[in-house]
DNA sequence: GTGAAAGCGCTAACAC
DNA sequence: GTGTTAGCGCTTTCAC
């Protein structure tokens, strides 16, 4: 293994040098920092990471929390996990991957161990039980997603809300004066999700707004599920115009399940989902969205988590707008 | 931070006592054992992962490269990842995540570091541009699929040739004389990705054997390019009575796509796909299938190389065994 | 603008 | 069964 010291013998110079010429942390005369580039090169050098973690207290390694469980659309969290790992990679950090099943003690253990120097914690639930350890530990984190109590703590998201509230004024803007929202499995509310719930929040503030006739509705992540509950929501609801999804496994199945109970879809019956866009996009019929922001989520969190590392002052709350983008799946309610 | 000349006056041993005891690495007498554990637990110390890796020249990390492009299923890519993961942490390992984005080019900068004891790279090409790299590389490395040549490498995957064979065989077994094998997308095949190659070969080595008129047609990711595959190969086999598909993303569609050209499934029409088995059986018609086993092959990819530290020879190829479970979507030929 | 040298916290040889 | 101690390879003060 080439070190600092041979990279120092070799270019005729100190290892201190060496350090400064890698960190810039002071100033080297052109002609040094080429001869030791030169030598850096030639004998292919590269840092041992321990040693610098160990002498600089500074392991260059963000911790990800991923979240295991049901009902959270897995592709979405691959994209923010590689968004997370280019944004880091840009500013020459690594990442470490943790599942949730780790709990708040996998959490102190890398930290503890200065294996990395801050987190990133994703699928934060409204009292989530990690939250006491990420407050008591001494190095930074971010959450992707808002707890019930933030403060203390550094988060970051799409404003559900306003998604919410986007999603009905577009139906209202269109005319539909009865429509429902379509929403994640029962559990993501019973565990307290926040993004859920503040989507609804949104949703039915803005019906009152407008004086729109909203309900809001769970929907377990299955084909079957989401047909009963169209079947359902038809029932109950006859005049029903509008949709707002918020389920991404189960868009196809609404769409058809209307189709299937005669409503034609833009026509008789609009549908506003929120998820990515490719989803959006890409569906059989193009379905008008709010985008889940996923790779502006996961690079916003790595670069608060700089500026945290570098000892800016940040904002504690990061709230994304949420972008509209109309498609074929919503029209102007039938004069009525 | 407590270090463990902390424990050690806490104990009353020496710090090299305190690690052992944490190492196992010679015997220590019970009573010595518990004061040290005590003083531990008490001052709450974790050994600095740095300086540890400095000095035992071990991380106690891998690295886990994963694929980033299109043509792969993304939920699949999560569940190797998590599989990693939590088999590592068994290992008292951690894993840091890198992206293909990085090439040989980063595989060399985690291992020359030291960042990482070992490495594990999934999604590997038959001509895979990492191999001269991970080749050369002083640290050991299991790849997740099987390059053109393996020598000097080790691999883990399924058998997909013998999963196109069981695929063929299931069928034929039912009656089948005329079937097709629906595949991944074009560009899958273009850049040689073993897995999609090794199907075809054993399902038309199958097809030979048994008899079978067989043809093979790759297939874009989308429900448009499943309904018009769907309706061509019904064109040009119009006595075709059984299917095989490996691509995920248009498992619904193909079915749908039969069903719409008035073929009953499985009456008409025997469908067996090779996906994760969750999918299979959530899908509308629960498919039969042969699993994807990504958490056994995540598990026996740390397990490998957890072997190759300990310094055991392992096998340069593991074939996990195909697994077909039957389910609604495949039945007898009609008599003919 | 550069060098010398003192650690960073741990492991593992060596000694008893 | 336990203690002493010499590094591991780097960063960073202090000195010039």
Chains 1, 2 share one sequence.
Do not use: W
Request: include cysteine.
């Amino acid at each position: 293994m080439v070190k600092i010291s041979d990279v120092a013998r070799h270019a005729g110079v100190s290892p201190s040098t060496v350090s400064y010429v890698l960190s810039g942390k002071r100033s080297i005369s052109e002609e040094t920092r080429r001869r030791v580039q030169d030598s850096i090169s030639e004998l292919g050098y590269r840092p041992h990471a321990g040693a610098r973690a160990l002498a600089s207290s500074r392991s260059n390694v963000l911790a990800l929390v991923v979240p295991l469980r049901t009902g959270i659309h897995v592709p979405v969290v691959m994209q923010f996990a590689v968004s997370v790992v280019t944004t880091a990679r840009r500013h020459d950090h690594d990442v470490l991957l943790l599942t949730q099943e780790e709990g708040d003690e996998g959490l102190r253990r890398v930290a503890d161990s200065a294996l990395v120097d801050a987190l990133i914690v994703m699928d934060v639930q409204l009292r989530d039980e990690r939250l006491p350890m990420l407050r008591t530990l001494d190095r930074p984190s971010v959450l992707i997603g808002f707890p019930a109590e933030t403060e203390g703590l550094t988060c970051i998201d799409l404003d559900f809300r306003a998604a919410g509230e986007a999603c009905l004024g577009h139906l209202a803007g269109l005319g539909h004066r009865v429509v429902g929202l379509i929403g994640s499995p029962p559990e993501v509310y019973e565990r307290g999700t926040g993004f859920a719930e503040r989507t609804t929040e949104g949703f039915l503030a803005a019906a009152g707004e407008h004086g729109v006739d909203a309900s809001v509705h769970p929907c377990e992540a299955t084909a079957d599920a989401a047909r009963a509950l169209v079947e359902r929501l038809l029932d109950e609801h006859p005049d029903l115009t509008g949709v707002v999804v918020h389920n991404e496994p189960v868009l196809d199945a609404v769409v058809k399940a209307f189709q299937a109970a005669g409503r034609r879809v833009p026509e008789d019956l609009s549908v506003v989902a929120i998820c990515p866009d490719e989803l959006a996009e890409h569906a059989e019929l193009p379905l008008t969205s709010v985008a889940i922001p996923a790779e502006e989520v996961g690079r916003g969190a790595v670069e608060l988590l700089m500026d945290k590392l570098d000892g800016k002052d940040v904002p504690a709350a990061t709230l994304l707008p949420p972008r509209l983008t109309a498609r074929a799946s919503t029209a102007p309610a039938a004069a009525g």
